[in-house]
C-alpha cells in the first residue's frame, strides 16, 4: 500500500512541476509556439456531465492541446464563440449515413445538428459481400468492394466530412453462408460464419450488430448470434442489438440480449429503445428495471434513443416472418396464392388495429405509378383505393420491387421522455443525412434526420426542463465514445482529438416535422472535424477531414 501511495504521490509532484514550468515557460515567452485554431471566449460543456466554465481551446494538427486562458497564446485561426456553448462533437450512435455519404459526403443535414462522428451498421454493414450479393444490387450503387476493409478505404478515397465508425453486421455471414431462408447453420456453415465476422474485426470493425426484425436476421438463432458476439468479444469489440421484438413480447426480447452479453461476454447496447403499440404505452419504466437488474447483475447493457415518439422502417415489417422467407419477391408470390393471401391479410388487419387510425404513415413507395399515395396515412390510402387497409397494403407490396418506407406513430411521448432521461441511454438518429437530391424532390423522411441533436439539447433541456444541457451534451459525446470505445473522442481534454461544436443554447432547436421534413435544425454555429472546420459561422465549408474510426482489433 504504501509502495501505490508513493507511486501517486510521485505522479502528482511530476504533474505540478508540469504545470509549473508551464507557467513560467508562459512567463519568459512573450509568443509561444502558434495554435493551428483556437476558439476563444467560449462556455465550455467538456463532455464529462461537469458544469461549464469559461475558457478557449487550443488545436494543433488533429488534437487539443491546451484549454484554458489562451490570451496570449498565438493561433493561425481564430474562432470566437461569443459566449456560446462550445462542446465536444456529438457522436451519432446509429447514423445510417454508410450510402448518402457516397452521394454527398459532406453530409450536411449531420453536421447542421454537430455531428462529429457517426456510428452505423445496423444489423447488415456495407461489407463483407459475396459476389452473388455485388451482382444483384442496383447497378447504380452497385459496391466496389467486397470486404468491409474494402469499403473503409473506398470511404477514406472519397472523403467525408464527419468521422465514421462501423460494426459487422450479423447479416451479412448469414447471407453469404446461409441466404435469405429459415433454418440454423450447420457446424461448418457456422465456422464459415465466424471466420466472416473475424476478418472484419481485424479489418477495424468496431463489435457485431443484428436487427433481428428484419431478413435475414429474423431467422438467426440466439446460438448463432452468441457464437458470432463470442468472435467479436476476443477483439474487444461490443454488440449493439435491434432486439427481436419492441412490443407486445419486449421482455422475451431483452432476455435474448440479455443472454448473449452474459454467455459471449460482451457488453451489450440496445438501439433505439423504445414500447411500442397502443396497448404497451407506460411499460417503459418496467424496461428500465429490467435492464438496471441486469445491470446489477453485473451485466455490461445500456441503449440509446431518438427523441421522437414515431418510428421509421419498412412496411414489410408488419407482415409475418414466414412470408417473406426468400425475399421480398416471394412474399408478392405468396400474395398471388389464394390461401396465403389470406393469412397476410390477417396478420396485416391485426396490425392496423394494433396501431390504429393515423398510426401507419407512408412516407416513400418508390414506384412512379403508386406516387400519389405517398405521405399519405394507410387509412387514407385506403380509401383513395376503395379498398380496405389490409387490402391497400397489400396492393403497395404486390406493385412494388422494395418495401414503402413508413413512419408508424406507434410511440408514447411519456414513455421517450422516461428512456431519454435515463442516465445510461445515449442518443442515436438511426437516420442518414439525406442527400441534396432528396431535399430537391421533397423525398419521404423522418424529421430525426434532421433535428435528432438539436432537439435533445433544445426541446428536452430547455423547454422540457428534462436535463441539464451538461448531462444532454454528455449524453451526446463521452457516454456514446465509452460504449463504442472511442476513447481519444468525447470530451474537451488536452491529448483528445479536436472534435468540437459551438452552439448557442438559446436557439438551438429542431426545425424538420413529419409533414414537412426537409429543413435543417438551427442553432449549430462552428462544427470542427479532427481539428479542421467543417461548419463555420452557419456556413458549410469545403473541407473533408472525417477519418475512418477503426476498432480494437484493428491489424494494419
Known amino acids: 500500500m504504501k509502495a501505490v501511495i508513493s507511486v501517486r504521490r510521485s505522479v502528482i509532484r511530476s504533474a505540478i512541476a508540469a504545470v509549473v514550468l508551464f507557467v513560467a515557460g508562459c512567463a519568459t515567452q512573450p509568443k509561444p509556439v502558434a495554435l493551428d485554431l483556437k476558439i476563444i471566449n467560449g462556455r465550455i460543456i467538456d463532455g464529462t456531465g461537469a458544469p461549464w466554465y469559461r475558457g478557449d481551446v487550443g488545436v494543433r494538427g488533429d488534437t487539443i492541446v491546451s484549454i484554458g486562458d489562451l490570451s496570449r497564446v498565438n493561433a493561425t485561426s481564430t474562432i470566437d464563440a461569443h459566449d456560446n456553448v462550445v462542446s465536444p462533437g456529438f457522436i451519432d450512435l446509429l447514423g445510417q449515413s454508410q450510402g448518402s455519404v457516397f452521394q454527398d459526403p459532406h453530409l450536411e443535414a449531420k453536421v447542421r445538428q454537430g455531428v462529429t462522428t457517426e456510428v452505423t451498421g445496423e444489423g447488415h454493414s456495407p461489407g463483407p459481400l459475396n459476389q452473388k450479393q455485388i451482382d444483384a444490387a442496383n447497378p447504380m450503387n452497385r459496391p466496389k468492394w467486397h470486404t468491409l476493409g474494402e469499403w473503409f478505404s473506398v470511404l477514406e478515397k472519397n472523403g467525408t466530412a464527419i468521422n465514421f465508425a462501423l460494426f459487422v453486421g450479423a447479416d451479412n ?40 426484425i428484419y431478413l435475414p436476421a429474423m431467422f438467426s438463432t440466439t446460438e448463432e448470434i452468441i457464437n458470432l458476439a463470442k468472435v467479436a468479444a476476443q477483439y474487444g469489440g461490443v454488440y449493439f442489438s435491434h432486439i427481436r421484438d419492441e412490443g407486445d413480447h419486449i421482455d422475451t426480447a431483452l432476455d435474448e440480449a440479455f443472454r448473449i452479453g452474459r454467455e459471449a461476454k460482451i457488453p451489450v447496447n440496445i438501439w433505439h429503445l423504445k414500447v411500442g403499440g397502443r396497448a404497451n404505452w407506460g411499460r417503459m419504466p418496467h424496461v428500465i428495471e429490467r435492464i438496471n437488474a441486469a445491470r446489477a447483475e453485473g451485466l455490461d447493457v445500456a441503449a440509446n434513443v431518438y427523441p421522437y415518439a414515431a418510428s421509421s422502417t419498412s412496411l414489410s415489417t408488419l407482415v409475418p416472418d414466414w412470408s417473406l422467407e426468400g425475399g421480398y419477391s416471394e412474399l408478392k408470390k405468396r400474395l398471388a396464392d ?55 397494403m397489400m396492393r403497395l407490396f404486390a406493385e412494388t420491387n422494395g418495401s414503402p418506407g413508413v413512419i408508424f406513430f ?67 459525446t463521452s457516454q456514446a465514445a465509452d460504449r463504442t470505445n472511442l476513447i481519444d473522442r468525447g470530451v474537451l481534454r488536452p491529448g483528445m482529438k479536436a472534435d468540437v461544436v459551438v452552439f448557442d443554447a438559446n436557439s438551438i432547436r429542431d426545425v424538420s416535422t413529419y409533414e414537412d421534413p426537409h429543413h435543417f435544425s438551427e442553432g449549430v454555429l462552428d462544427v470542427i472535424v479532427n481539428g479542421v472546420p467543417v461548419l463555420r459561422d452557419g456556413a458549410m465549408t469545403s473541407a473533408l477531414p472525417g477519418h475512418v474510426l477503426r476498432g480494437r482489433g484493428y491489424v494494419k
Do not use: C, W
Open 338 to 392: 389464394p390461401a396465403q393471401r389470406v393469412r397476410i391479410a390477417e396478420a396485416l388487419k391485426a396490425q392496423y388495429a394494433k396501431r390504429g387510425a393515423k398510426g401507419i404513415y407512408i412516407t416513400r413507395i418508390g414506384a412512379p405509378a403508386l406516387a400519389q399515395y405517398e405521405k399519405h396515412f394507410v387509412e387514407d390510402i385506403a380509401t383513395m383505393m376503395n379498398l380496405p387497409p389490409e387490402e391497400a
Open 410 to 476: 406507434s410511440m408514447n411521448e411519456d414513455d421517450v421522455q422516461t428512456a431519454l432521461k435515463q442516465p445510461l441511454v445515449s442518443i442515436g438518429s438511426d437516420s442518414g443525412a439525406p442527400p441534396p437530391i432528396a431535399r430537391a424532390t421533397a423525398a419521404g423522411s423522418h424529421p430525426r434526420a434532421y433535428g435528432t441533436f438539436p432537439r435533445v439539447m433544445g426541446h428536452y433541456v430547455r423547454d422540457e426542463h428534462l436535463f441539464t444541457l451538461e448531462e444532454a451534451v454528455r449524453k451526446a
Open 173 to 212: 455471414p448469414r447471407e453469404m453462408v446461409i441466404g435469405t431462408v429459415n433454418r440454423a447453420p450447420t457446424a461448418d456453415e457456422m465456422r464459415e460464419m465466424e471466420r466472416i465476422v473475424d476478418q472484419a474485426m481485424r479489418e477495424g470493425a468496431i463489435g457485431l450488430s443484428t436487427s433481428l
